[in-house]
């Protein structure tokens, strides 16, 4: 299956909010803290929609427009250490990200990030698959069309 950037863009929207909250909420209670981790998940999401932009025109260099799941899993781990590099970045800066507490620390973020993250790219690389069998033949479409 070769994913379009609708099917990317679906398929990532749908993860993150069905799996993605849930574990989410319980990094929320855990922290005490309910926007953190709640901002996090919504910039992974931005952020990964432009990305998807990106991974869609470099899977169209290979010479079979097929993208493994070891290069989803180091996408995801790219997108996680962009991030966070992003973040320290701006709090150097001065710049504080809406909802982002400056008492994040990396190895909150990296819990976080790493259970979301994992539990979704398992989940689109098994669950997905044989529960849904057509989503597979759609590029990873959900939707037909976003109307």
Known sequence: MTPTLRGRWQTRLLLLTLLGVP?????????????????????????GFVWDVVYDILQTL????????????????WEGVFLWVALTWLAEQGIALPGISPLL????????????????????????LLLFPHWRFRGGQWLSRWE
């Open 62 to 77: 290979r010479w079979n427009r097929d993208w493994p799941p070891l290069f989803a899993l180091l996408s995801t781990l």
């Open 23 to 47: 574990l989410t909420g319980l990094f929320a209670w855990a922290y005490r803290d309910g926007v953190t981790p709640f901002a996090l998940l919504g910039y992974v999401l931005l952020l």
């Open 105 to 128: 620390t990396a190895a909150r973020f990296a819990a976080h990030y790493l259970a979301v993250s994992l539990t979704v790219w398992a989940a689109a690389h098994s669950l997905l």
